[in-house]
């Protein structure tokens, strides 16, 4: 059952222009794409806009040229909690590939059958703009809230995480109390998350001909011996911490397994390096710094 303040708040809630806005923000193209001078800062200035309408406290930050964060706070009545709730979102979106190979053109937002056709109308556009909309319903409501609503609509999502990165570095993030990612999960919330661990080992031996393998000492067999380890490891963690009840089980797995690291492999040459990545998924409750001290451990021994 709702309140009646919740009910007066979604009273705010203009589904067209919702429907609107998606549609004006899907037509900006963001792929980022620097040989052509294309980046998200077009879509950006269009949710600046958009905020600064709604009244809010408006910070565009330049993270790299072209590629800016835009960051809007609502601020809640006096002497409230002083906490702070967080919409996340961003702006750029994934290549549209071959556009001939599209039903309706990728940037035309056109909707078809009550959907509307697009790249980043689902992966992130709309989930934004929705963002956007609940903060406008909030600010004309009138509703006195306890604390800040803060939304931050960051560049380079798809790729390095160059805007959330600055989000952090530029200490946004201390005064986030919470956060609602606002990307597409199939209808689902979700309030959990696994964490991730990226390690490098490098087994370093000695490079010799295939033939006089005892003239060198090949990198190839404590890698082995490592990955071993690191298959026991997961599956003590797995009997440690069990199953998280909606993440499943933690892993730990070797993605890329390469040797030699460098220059050209050859039948008859014993690879002077070998190396893995492990990609590791936590569950609440593992420790990473225990992990990175088991995986030093291991290697250490080997
Ligand atoms: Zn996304």
């Not at 919740?6 to 040989?35: A, G, N």
């Not at 408006?58 to 709730?85: Q, Y």
């Not at 790249?119 to 903060?135: E, F, P, T």
């Not at 109390?177 to 998350?193: F, G, M, V």
Request: overall charge negative.
């Amino acid at each position: 059952m709702l309140t009646d303040l919740e009910r007066k708040v979604l009273s705010f809630v203009d589904e067209d222009e919702v429907v609107r806005w998606t549609q004006e923000l899907v037509r900006i193209p963001s792929v980022y794409r620097p040989e052509k001078g294309e980046a998200e800062e077009p879509a950006a200035r269009w949710v600046e806009k958009r905020l600064k309408e709604i009244g809010l406290e408006t910070h565009f930050e330049i993270v790299v040229p072209g590629r800016p964060n835009v960051i809007g706070i609502l601020h809640g009545a006096e002497g409230g909690s002083g906490k702070t709730l967080m919409f996340e979102g961003h702006t750029d979106v994934v290549t549209e590939g071959d556009a001939s190979q599209w039903t309706y053109p990728p940037f035309s937002a056109q909707i078809v059958d009550g959907k509307m056709y697009g790249r980043g109308a689902n992966d992130m556009k709309g989930g934004l703009v929705a963002a956007i909309c609940a903060i406008k319903a909030l600010a004309q409501s009138g509703v006195k809230l306890g604390g800040d609503i803060l939304l931050g609509a960051v560049c380079d999502e798809e790729g390095h995480m160059l805007g959330i990165k600055h989000f952090v570095e530029q200490g946004w993030a201390d005064r986030v109390d919470a956060a609602i990612i606002c990307e597409p999960e199939e209808n689902h919330l979700c309030i959990s998350q696994k964490g991730v661990m990226w390690v490098r080992v490098v087994a370093t031996g000695k490079m010799a001909h295939g033939a006089m393998p005892l003239t060198g000492v090949n990198s190839a067999y404590p890698m082995a011996a490592l990955l071993v380890r690191m298959r026991e490891l997961e599956a003590e963690q797995i009997r440690t911490h069990g199953k998280h009840e909606f993440l499943g089980q933690p892993s730990i797995t070797p993605t890329i397994l390469r040797s030699p690291v460098h220059g050209e492999p050859q039948n008859n040459v014993m690879p002077e390096q070998t190396e893995v990545i492990l990609d590791i998924r936590l569950i609440p409750g593992q420790s990473p710094e225990e992990i990175a001290d088991r995986i030093r451990a291991a290697a250490d021994e080997i």
